[in-house]
């Protein structure tokens, strides 16, 4: 599996908080050491299946991640590991891996999000390339050196990204883990 190779990065959710000026969702990666981090702006309705898993807030009836896990479980399959793989045109691209009953392994395409939400309900790990990593680095130093900066707030800079951080309260990271 690639993400137990020196290219990707072991990662945890370090918490969701509302980006001040724009009022997106943004989950925060986190290496174990807390010497690296990867924010990835997300849509609200991600923000809150991870916020209701991180809050232990169970449903009544299950919402879409909890659906999948169900799906994934009664299959007889488990979750191996969630992989942030890529960083294109500023979308990041991610894959799952499953393994099924038999053995084989498959990995299915994802959105960051709902492979992070997935991941969340089944305690698999989450892994980042590296490339990945030094690719958001990169759009925030672009931008931060003048270049025009696109609406994906992926490429926000490192110098507002540490405005942001800054500006934030422990409160704003209510689901810090």
């Known amino acids: 599996?690639?993400?137990?190779?020196?290219?990707?990065?072991?990662?945890?959710?370090?918490g969701l908080a509302l980006d001040p000026t724009t009022k997106m969702p943004i989950v925060v990666l986190k290496d174990p050491d807390n010497k690296l981090n990867l924010?990835?702006?997300?849509?609200?309705?991600e923000a809150a299946s991870?916020?209701?898993?991180l809050e232990g807030i169970k449903p009544q009836r299950p919402m879409t991640h909890d659906l999948l896990?169900?799906?994934v479980e009664e299959m007889g399959a488990t979750v191996e590991a969630v992989e942030v793989t890529d960083l294109r045109d500023n979308t990041y691209y991610a894959l799952i891996t499953l393994r099924s009953r038999d053995g084989r392994t498959v990995q299915i395409?994802?959105?960051?999000?709902d492979?992070?939400?997935l991941a969340l309900r089944v305690h698999a790990p989450i892994y980042v390339a590296k490339k990945?990593?030094?690719?958001?680095?990169?759009?925030?130093?672009?931008?931060?050196?003048?270049?025009s900066p696109d609406q994906n707030l992926a490429g926000i800079s490192?110098?507002?990204?540490?405005?942001?951080?800054?500006?934030?309260s422990p409160e704003d990271f209510k689901y810090k883990m």
């Open 1 to 14: 599996m690639a993400g137990r190779n020196d290219d990707f990065i072991l990662m945890v959710v370090g």
């Open 39 to 45: 924010p990835i702006w997300i849509g609200p309705l």
């Open 50 to 53: 991870m916020a209701t898993e």
């Open 69 to 71: 896990r169900n799906l």
């Open 109 to 113: 395409d994802s959105r960051p999000s």
């Open 115 to 117: 492979g992070i939400s």
């Open 132 to 147: 990945v990593l030094e690719l958001s680095s990169e759009l925030r130093e672009a931008e931060s050196e003048g270049a």
């Open 158 to 168: 490192r110098d507002k990204w540490s405005e942001i951080l800054e500006r934030m």
